[in-house]
């Protein structure tokens, strides 16, 4: 049997986060999942990423019914969820027998639960897609039962069924360039050249594992040129979780890079742990004109950072801040206010430390109790300072977020630190032009922000 398989977002629903609902990126899992799919099988593939297209639901449907597919897989995040219940219901209104198959972090956190929740759903898969989706496919195609796959869940005989048999992660030398040619073009693209992080943030969850998998570089550099080719975009960014963490591999790519003079062609960033960036990587990336590099600082509290999980400390992160300065290379650095046992005066130290260490571009957040953290589970608990979490999904945004009530402060004090300490960086250290240039820029999520938080 020969398959149509749709592969897609959820649709717009309100536009409260630009960067998120009105994104100038694709999505780039969808790309990976249907170039492992076309490079392993006949079937045909149609991609929608309806966030970045801006397709209201009916538009999304309309898509569906033209294209006939009898598997649609569903990329979401959890904020998403909700537009997934609707969705789901829309297609399944439209033709009972389309198989639906739910992908990302959120199921993978909470598989059964997910399924209770939104009945429509038919399959989701547990970790990453690639491999797991094509594996669903060819049992639809062969008609066999999905007995055989692992890492999914799924509906029998009115039943919830979690197949977690192995602990599987993809080897990236098995993949080929992801299907951007199936996305429109934009003006940004995320790309990766590893998975998996070594450490155990108590805030994040982590599908892709503690160890790190790599691209052969020359796969790294084929994409990379690929992508300034066909679509000429202003950006790509290696959003890596954790860039560098082999060193000899990021050396190798850096040397790539350097030969084919990237920055004559695109502006390129990382994002990174602050322990990989030692002196020889920096002189590399500079050499390599990186435009940016983003890392997580998440506090200014020493105690706080120490219990993150992140193996950092502030001398670290100042240590670091310094050499970046003495390279002029362009930092971002990320903060999160609402950390366990978090008080006012913690947060304040996390403002002050932001200050003192100055990044370009300092990227305020409040804590997100994301399904499957450290953080999901002391807020279900009680402890550590939370009283609850909300039981709406679209609640679980990083900067308007209403996702958990603190006990040593309220959410309206909470939205004053958020958007004081974005100010305050730029403010404490003279830097007028680059606020007005910030606030410019970002005019529309700040109207967002004061609107909805």
Not at 15 to 26: G, H, Q, W
Not at 131 to 157: E, G, P
Not at 379 to 402: C, M, P, T
Request: proline share 4%; charged share 25%; aromatic share 12%.
């Amino acid at each position: 049997m020969s398959l149509k398989v749709m592969l897609t977002t959820p649709q717009l629903n309100k536009i409260i986060e630009p960067i998120y609902d009105k994104p100038i990126f694709v999505r780039p899992s969808l790309a990976h999942i249907a170039g492992y799919i076309r490079n392993n099988s006949s079937y045909e593939i149609e991609c929608v990423d309806a966030k970045f297209s801006q397709l209201k639901l009916n538009q999304l449907i309309k898509k569906i019914k033209d294209f006939k597919p009898n598997v649609i897989g569903i990329s979401a995040y959890t904020y998403e969820i909700n537009e997934v219940k609707i969705l789901t219901k829309e297609i399944k209104k439209e033709n009972s027998n389309i198989i639906i198959v739910l992908g990302g972090s959120h199921i993978t956190a909470i598989p059964q639960e997910t399924m209770k929740e939104i009945p429509d759903i038919d399959i989701g898969v547990i970790g990453e897609g690639e491999q797991t989706l094509l594996n669903i496919c060819n049992s639809i195609s062969l008609k066999k039962n999905y007995s055989d796959i692992s890492n999914i869940v799924y509906r029998k005989n009115d039943k919830i069924i979690l197949q977690r048999k192995n602990n599987y992660f993809l080897d990236l030398n098995n993949t080929t360039i992801p299907a951007w040619d199936l996305l429109p073009r934009a003006k940004e693209y995320y790309i990766q050249t590893t998975r998996g992080c070594p450490f155990n943030c108590n805030f994040c969850f982590n599908p892709n594992g503690n160890n790190i998998r790599l691209k052969k570089v020359k796969y790294v550099i084929d994409e990379i040129k690929f992508l300034i080719e066909n679509f000429s975009p202003d950006r790509i960014s290696i959003g890596d979780e954790a860039f560098a963490a082999n060193k000899e591999f990021a050396h190798s790519l850096l040397d790539e890079m350097i030969k084919i003079k990237i920055w004559e062609k695109v502006n390129w960033d990382i994002q990174t742990h602050i322990r990989f960036l030692d002196d020889a990587l920096l002189k590399k990336m500079k050499k390599a004109k990186i435009n940016k590099i983003e890392v997580g600082v998440e506090s200014g509290n020493e105690q706080i950072l120490k219990k993150t999980g992140k193996g950092i400390n502030k001398k670290m992160v100042e240590k670091a801040f310094l050499k970046l300065k003495r390279y002029k290379i362009k930092t971002g650095a990320f903060f999160i206010l609402g950390h366990p046992n978090e008080t006012k005066e913690t947060i304040w130290d996390t403002i002050r430390f932001a200050a003192k260490i100055n990044p370009d571009e300092p990227i305020f957040a409040t804590m997100v109790p994301f399904p499957g953290t450290v953080i999901s589970k002391y807020v279900k608990e009680g402890r550590a300072g939370y009283l609850r979490a909300s039981n709406n999904w679209n609640d679980f945004r990083k900067q308007i977020n209403h996702s958990i009530e603190f006990k040593n402060f309220t959410k309206t004090e909470l939205k004053f630190y958020l958007f004081f300490g974005n100010l305050y960086v730029f403010l404490y250290n003279f830097r007028f032009l680059d606020l007005i240039k910030k606030g410019h820029h970002y005019r529309k999520s700040i109207l967002n922000y004061l609107r909805y938080a």
